[in-house]
C-alpha cells in the first residue's frame, strides 16, 4: 500500500470550472480572479486580496508594497521553507534570524524580545505559521506595539488556522498565502496577498502588473505575478471545500495523538496550545533519537514522510555570508528530530492505522 505525503483533493468540480475558463476563452487575470480574490478577502476576514502566481511572488510583493528596500532588516525564522527568506534578499534587505520555541515550531516570542533589544531598525517581522499552527500572536502583537515593526504574517501552511478565534492573515498589515499542491489548498501553481489597507493593496496591484494601473502607462517597476482565470477558476472551489478538508486534518491528527501517546517521550506529538487552531498542513514528529531510521523504516513500507526542513535558514549556502556567526540552538536541533508524517484530508482510517502501527512497530523493534 502506497500512502503518499500529501495528495491535492481535486474532482469534478474543479475540472468543470477549469473547462468553464477555457470555454470562455479568456484565460489571464480577469473576473475569475476577481472573485477569487473577494472570496478569500471575506473569509479570512479582510478588506483586500491581491491573487499572486504563487507564494513567493506573494511575499515578495507584500515586502516591496511595505517599503523593504536596500539594507533594511527583517527579522524571521530560520526554520521555514526558504521563500520566507529569499523574498527579503530579492527585496534588497537583510535577514535576520530568531531562534524557534521547541513545542509550537514557530518563532519564539522571548527570542524576538532579546533581537528587538539587540538589533537596531528592525523595520519588520515575518511570523510564519508553520505546519499550520498561529504563532504566539499575542507576543507578537504587544512587541510590535512596543518596538513599531511592521508584521507580515507567512501563512503558506496556514489557511484557515485561527488564534482566538481571529484568522491568521488578519493580525498584520499584510500576509501571504501559497496555493501550491501540496498546500491547503491549490490553484496549481499561486498565492494570495491579504492586507486592510486600501494603499498596500494598490501598491500590490501594480507591482503583479507591471508598475501600471493603466494600460501602457508605467508609474514604477513592477513584475508580472498575475495569477490566471484557470488558477482562480480552481481556487474557488477549493476554498469551498477547505473548512472541511481542515477538520478531516485535525481529525487524522487527533488519531495519531492518540495511536502514538505512549510513545511519548520517544516520540512527541505537536502540541496545539489553547486558544489556537491548527490546520495541521503537516502533522510533525519530534523524536528523541533515530529519526532517520525511522524515515527510512516508513518510506521502506511505502508510507510518504518527510523532514521539513533539513537545513536551518541560516545555513544555506546563499545566507551563509548575511548573517555570520549565528547560533539558533533549538532550530538546530529540531532539523535533526523532526519528521513529517501523512495527514491529509483524503486519508482513510485504515491508511492511518497502518501509519500509526508501522510507527509502533518500529518502536516495538
Ligand atoms: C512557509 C512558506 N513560505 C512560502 C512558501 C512559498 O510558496 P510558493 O511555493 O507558492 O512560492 C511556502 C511554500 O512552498 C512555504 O511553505
Known sequence: MEIPLSKPFLGEEEKNAVLGVLDSGF????????????EFARYIGVREAIA???????????????GVGEGDK?????????????AIVQCGGMPVFCDVDEETFNLDSSCLERVLKREKNVKGVI????????????????LKEQYGFFLLEDCAQAHGASYRGKKVGSFGEMAAFSFYPTKNMTTGEGGMVVTDSSELAQRCRMLINHGSRKRYYHEMLGYNFRMTDIAAAIGRVQ????????????????FYNQALMDLCPRVVTPKVPEGRVSVFHQYTLRLQEKRDELLAFLRNAGVGCEVYYPVPLHKQPFLVDM???????????????????????QLKEDELNVVASLIRSFFAL
Request: net charge neutral; hydrophobic share 45%.
Open 127 to 142: 511570523a510564519v505559521h508553520l505546519y499550520g499552527l498561529p504563532c504566539d500572536m499575542e507576543a507578537i502583537l504587544s
Open 74 to 86: 527583517v527579522v524571521t525564522t530560520p526554520f521555514t521553507f526558504v521563500a520566507t527568506a529569499s
Open 239 to 254: 476554498l469551498k471545500k477547505l473548512e472541511e478538508a481542515n477538520e478531516k486534518r485535525r481529525f487524522n491528527a487527533t
Open 323 to 345: 548573517v555570520a556567526n549565528c547560533s539558533f540552538p533549538v532550530a538546530e536541533s529540531l532539523k535533526d528530530r523532526v519528521l513529517s508524517i501523512p495527514v491529509h484530508p
Open 52 to 66: 499572486t502566481s504563487s507564494g513567493t511572488s506573494a511575499l515578495f510583493v507584500a515586502l516591496k508594497a511595505l
Open 27 to 38: 484565460l489571464a487575470r480577469g473576473r475569475q480572479v476577481e472573485l477569487f480574490e473577494e
